[in-house]
């Protein structure tokens, strides 16, 4: 049996611990799975995902990880006043605190977000306490600016985070 080429999105699948997964494949064969909570959720992502490769959107970026690659990579050589190298390492740093780089840009939604900010000030830093105020705050400003970057490239129809 010969394996389909070029991209394509697959799903939704039930998961059997709850909600559904969505998969994008990309033309090289690399696999992209989110999960979502509801099968409307799924069913929209799918959706988006379909429109975006119809489109021949190649630069898309799928993932957290790749926008924020494509965000830091515009912000330290095109942006009229860049940033230095190691100021963009430690944006990526405050960035990946809130939002997980495996997950996929089109899932961010304000619920989600809230979930996954609320989750930031609980969790424990190497000296067993939460953070402090300053480092959530300033994760959510520099999340905040990566996200409003991808809504005016049109990869997001809005900023969840505008909210939080």
Known sequence: MQRRRGSR????????????????VEADGKRTATTCESEADALRVKREAEDGLAQGDVDVPSTVEEAV???LGWATTVKKKPIRPSSAETRR??????????????????????????????????FGRP???????????????????????GWLRHNPLVGI
């Open 69 to 71: 690659t494509m965000y």
């Open 9 to 24: 999105v697959l799903g939704p699948y039930k998961e059997p611990r709850g909600g559904w997964r969505v998969v994008l």
């Open 131 to 153: 953070p402090s105020a300053a480092y959530h705050q300033q994760a959510l400003q520099e999340s905040r600016r990566l996200l409003a970057w991808c809504t005016s490239k």
């Open 93 to 126: 740093g405050q960035i990946l605190a809130l939002l997980p780089e495996r997950l996929a840009l089109a899932t961010l939604t304000a619920r989600r977000c809230q979930a996954l900010y609320d989750e930031l000030r609980e969790r424990p830093t190497r």
